[in-house]
C-alpha cells in the first residue's frame, strides 16, 4: 500500500513537471475534460457565471484528426505557442475525444479557436484562419494591444 502512495505522487509530479514544460517551451497541452475543468473553467461548479481559472490567457484550438482544415490550422497553432510561449498558454481538444466539452460550447464547426483572456469573456473564431488573423486576434483580445 506504502508503495502504491509513494508510485501515484511520483506519477502525480511527473504529470505536473512535464505540464509546466509544455507550457513553457511553446507547446500544445492537449486538454481532457478534468484538465479543462481545473485549468480553463469549471461549469460544473460555476455554471451561471464565466469563470478562467488560468492566470495566463489561453488558446484552445477545438478540432478533429479527420478535419482538413484542421490540419491546416495546426502548424501555425504550433508557431503561435513558440512565439508567444511568454504570455499565452495553447490547449487543444479533439471534440471527437472530449464531445462533452465540445457540447458546452456549442462547437458545430472545427477548427473552432477560442480565445480565453484572464479577464473578460471569451470569444470565438470559426474555420481555418490564416497566421495574420489570429495574430490580430491574439493583439486584441488577449493581449489587449490597440490595433
Known amino acids: 500500500m506504502k508503495s502504491l502512495k509513494y508510485f501515484l505522487v511520483i506519477l502525480f509530479i511527473a504529470l505536473n513537471i512535464n505540464y509546466i514544460h509544455a507550457q513553457s517551451s511553446g507547446e500544445i497541452v492537449v486538454l481532457n475534460k478534468a484538465d479543462f475543468l481545473e485549468k480553463v473553467f469549471n461549469y460544473?461548479?460555476?455554471?451561471?457565471?464565466?469563470?478562467?481559472?488560468?492566470n495566463k490567457p489561453c488558446i484552445i484550438d477545438f478540432y478533429a484528426d479527420w478535419c482538413?482544415?484542421?490540419k491546416i490550422v495546426a502548424p501555425i497553432m504550433k508557431e503561435l505557442a513558440t512565439e508567444f510561449k511568454d504570455n499565452i498558454?495553447?490547449?487543444?481538444?479533439?471534440v471527437d475525444v472530449e464531445k462533452e466539452l465540445a457540447a458546452v460550447f456549442g462547437i458545430s464547426s472545427i477548427p473552432t479557436i477560442l480565445f480565453i483572456p484572464v479577464e473578460g469573456q471569451?470569444?470565438?473564431a470559426v474555420g481555418a484562419l490564416p497566421k495574420e488573423a489570429m495574430i490580430r486576434q491574439i493583439k486584441s483580445i488577449l493581449l489587449g494591444k490597440e490595433l
Open 44 to 54: 460544473e461548479k460555476q455554471s451561471d457565471e464565466w469563470i478562467y481559472e488560468g
Open 68 to 70: 482538413g482544415p484542421c
Open 89 to 94: 498558454i495553447f490547449y487543444k481538444i479533439d
Open 122 to 124: 471569451p470569444q470565438a
